[in-house]
Structure formats: structure tokens, C-alpha cells
């Protein structure tokens, strides 16, 4: 049986980092684009009116700029937004616009709707209308065609990590989908007839499906995109089946069934469905019955393959010391890079040694003057997600190990969310 070293070394060799991905604008918001984005359009389009009044010729208000005097118009057309007018306005001609109209060809200005002399007729097509506006400027309230951008600049540079803004632009400049830095996408899959759904009341015989929605959050503590696919029973059609679409994700995290008994289908089912087994058991404990092995897609990177056992510590300490660094390896994180490796504390209190495998026990751990400390808490074993839970990180005992005591230095494997969140509150 291979070590704990040897199945990380197996899993770096295997993991390709992937592929950039092309996805939809408002799927990409988080994610580093790939490529540029270019605008196949002007911005605004066309010289834009930004208030409801009248199109006007600035001409016609020179005079009444200086004495603030009445200028009355015909109205000769109305243009709402989304409409246009083959009208070319002359002298002493307005056109009733709203906001967000194109201007009429020889229209410069908008006198808003609020600037017409109380009195005055209401200024629809064919009245005339008197407007005073005191504050005029040539060419006010129009936003002129491409005074944001035009067409063929580069709105949104490669590298990026694109925000909701950029999602906006995108659509305004017509590009739908983009090539982006995906997380990698994680199909789930549980396998166990005595699995039912968390929110159903088991009947005897029953556990509820515990590992499906850990695993999905632990995915997502990775920056990856979780696939839950339900439960598949200890049956090689149900298991095919599940199996199937879950291959064509860029890792297939499965739960249960990877042991000796005579339901563990899942090892036979994988290497049947053309998955290639790296490796199988791994001296430790929890965690003894993973498997790992890899799936060649056509035209993508190879999906890797984690046959975690079912009890919901085993699955979650396999996730931590094998699939959380696989994650990290797909999205280009070397594994020195990766945080969370393993550091050095003083034990506080004392534990018993380990037997003919290294031990993963949940410890508190603590950043103390002088350095670490870490304190194994009582755990129940495999099953025991209470005991986990009130860890922080993983105290590795080595196999054949004698008792430790008080003082001693250990190897400790910190959970990385946990033990973050710790050091943030204190
Ligand atoms: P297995 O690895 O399939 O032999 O399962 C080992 C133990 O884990 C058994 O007691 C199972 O009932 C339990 N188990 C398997 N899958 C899950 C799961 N998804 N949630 C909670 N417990 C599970
Ligand atoms: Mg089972």
C-alpha cells in the first residue's frame, strides 16, 4: 500500500491545468478574461438627446442666449426613443424628443420639456411652442456619437477579473460569450442504498446523505464549481448511469462504496467506464480506501477521479490532503504554492501512539508567542463529524509512532478555512 507522499506525488503527475473555457457573459463575473473585448459600436451610436423637450438648432438660441429672450418654434415631428426621422430640421423648426432619441440631422441641442414658457401650447407636432431657457449652451443635453468609445477599441483588456461593469459593457458591445479562467467544475456523486436526501426523514435503516452537500461545500471553499448529482445505489446501471455525465466534468468526486465489501462497485464500474486506476488504498487513517485514478476526454483535459470512502470524516480528510491540492493544481497552483501545508507545533497535553498506519487526528491548533500549539481533541473515529468539527486542524501521527506528551513537536495539517477563520477572529 502506498503512502500518503507517494498518492500526492501520483495526483501532481496526473493534474493538467485546464483549459481557458468559454462561457456566457453573466456566468464569467469573478473570472479572468482570456481575451480582449473589442466594441462593434460607437458609444453612444448616434449623437443621443439625455432629456424629454425639444430638438433644437443652437443657432436659434445665439440671441436669446445673451438676452435671455423667448424663442418660438414649430414643432414639426416627435421622435421617442427607439425611433428615428428622415426630418433635417431648419431654422426656426424644433422636433418634440424624448430622452435616449437619436438627434434629428441638424439638430445640435435639447431644451428640456421643463424650459417651455408656461402658457405656451403643449408643443406637439404641428403647434408652435416658446421656450426660455436661461441657462442655455450650445449643444447641451445631447450626448455626442462615440464621445464614450467607437467601434474596434478594445473596451476590456485580457487579464482582467471582470466585474459586473464589465459584464454591462460586454453586452453593450454585442460580445455574448467570453473566454475566461473558469473554476474547475466538480461533479458529486454518492453512492449507498441506505443514502436518502438530507431533508427527508430516514426510515430504518436510513442515513441521511451527509457527504453529498459537505463536499459540495468544501468544492466551493476551493474556488470551484460544485456539480451535485445525486445518489447513485449500489447497483452498476444506477452507477453507470451517474457516472456517465459525471465523467465530463474536470473532476468526479464520488463517496462510498470504494471498500472490500461485496456492494463496493464503484472501483469496477470507474475502470469498466475506461478510467484508468493510479492508485488504490493509501496507508492512513481515516481514509484508507481511496481511489484515484484519471479519464482521458477527447478534446479537454483529463478528468481526474476520487473515490472517496463513504464515512463522512474519511471523505473529508481524504478531500483535505488529496482533492483540495488536485483543485489547486488544475487552476496552475504548484503544490508549494498551495497554503495549508503542513507546519510544526508543540503538543499540548498528551495522545496515544499510532498503530501499523499514520493517524489524521483532529486537533485544535493555536498561534501562540514562541510558535504553534496543538491539543488532539476527543474523536469518535471515521463517523464522528461532531468530534471534526470542533478541529481546526489535523494532527498527523505517524505509524508505529509511541505516545506523544506534552511539549513534544508534531506534524500538524491545518484546515485551511477553518484555521483562517480562526486566526482572523482572534
Ligand atoms: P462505504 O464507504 O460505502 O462502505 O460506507 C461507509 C460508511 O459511510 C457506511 O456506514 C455508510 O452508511 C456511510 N456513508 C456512505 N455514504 C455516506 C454519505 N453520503 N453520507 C453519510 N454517510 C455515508
Ligand atoms: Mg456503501
Not at 36 to 45: G, L, N
Not at 58 to 74: G, N, P, R
Request: hydrophobic content about 40%.
Amino acid at each position: 500500500m502506498i503512502d500518503v507522499v507517494e498518492a500526492l506525488r501520483r495526483v501532481e503527475k496526473a493534474a493538467v491545468g485546464s483549459q481557458p473555457r468559454r462561457v456566457r457573459i453573466e456566468n464569467a463575473v469573478g473570472m479572468q478574461l482570456r481575451e480582449d473585448v473589442i466594441s462593434d459600436t460607437d458609444s453612444p451610436p448616434w449623437h443621443r438627446s439625455m432629456m424629454d423637450g425639444f430638438a433644437v438648432l443652437s443657432s436659434d438660441f445665439a440671441l436669446a442666449e445673451d438676452d435671455k429672450q423667448v424663442v418660438t418654434l414649430d414643432v414639426v415631428a416627435e421622435i421617442g426613443a427607439g425611433e428615428t426621422t428622415a426630418i433635417i430640421l431648419k431654422r426656426g423648426q424644433c422636433i418634440r424628443i424624448m430622452t435616449g432619441a437619436p438627434m434629428p440631422t441638424g439638430a445640435d441641442a435639447v431644451i428640456p420639456i421643463e424650459r417651455v414658457v408656461p402658457g405656451s401650447s403643449d408643443g406637439l407636432t404641428g403647434e408652435h411652442v416658446s421656450l426660455h431657457d436661461s441657462h442655455f449652451r450650445f449643444g447641451q443635453h445631447v450626448s455626442k456619437k462615440a464621445s464614450f468609445f467607437h467601434k474596434g477599441q478594445t473596451v476590456i483588456h485580457s487579464g482582467v477579473e471582470l466585474e459586473p461593469v464589465h459584464i454591462g459593457l460586454a453586452a453593450e458591445v454585442g460580445v455574448s460569450h467570453v473566454t475566461v479562467n473558469a473554476p474547475p467544475r466538480v461533479s458529486i456523486i454518492t453512492t449507498g442504498n441506505e443514502l436518502i436526501s438530507d431533508c427527508k426523514i430516514p426510515g430504518k435503516g436510513q442515513i441521511r446523505n451527509t457527504n453529498e452537500p459537505m463536499l459540495a461545500a468544501a468544492v466551493v471553499r476551493c474556488g470551484a464549481e460544485p456539480i451535485p448529482m445525486g445518489i447513485a445505489k449500489d447497483h452498476a446501471e444506477s452507477l453507470r448511469a451517474l457516472m456517465a455525465q459525471g465523467l465530463a466534468a474536470d473532476l468526479l468526486l464520488l463517496s462510498g462504496g470504494v471498500s472490500a465489501g461485496d456492494y463496493d462497485l464503484v472501483p469496477r464500474m470507474l475502470e469498466k467506464m475506461g478510467v484508468e486506476c493510479i492508485f488504490h488504498k493509501v496507508c492512513m487513517k481515516p481514509g484508507k480506501p481511496i481511489w484515484f485514478g484519471v479519464f482521458q476526454r477527447p478534446e479537454a483535459s483529463p478528468t481526474l477521479v476520487f473515490g472517496l470512502p463513504g464515512n463522512p470524516v474519511s471523505a473529508l480528510v481524504c478531500f483535505e490532503l488529496f482533492v483540495r491540492p488536485a483543485l489547486g493544481l488544475i487552476t496552475g497552483q504548484s503544490l508549494e504554492m498551495q497554503r495549508g501545508s503542513h507546519l510544526t507545533a508543540r503538543l499540548v497535553g498528551s495522545v496515544k501512539g499510532s498503530g501499523d498506519r499514520p493517524v489524521y487526528h483532529p486537533c485544535h491548533l493555536e498561534l501562540a508567542e514562541g510558535g504553534f500549539l496543538a491539543e488532539a481533541l476527543p474523536w469518535g473515529g471515521s463517523a464522528d463529524l461532531l468530534g471534526l468539527s470542533r478541529a481546526n486542524g489535523l494532527l498527523v501521527l505517524p505509524k508505529n509512532c509511541g505516545d506523544y506528551h506534552k511539549g513534544d513537536s508534531v506534524e500538524v495539517v491545518p484546515l485551511v478555512s477553518r484555521f483562517r477563520y480562526e486566526s482572523e477572529r482572534c
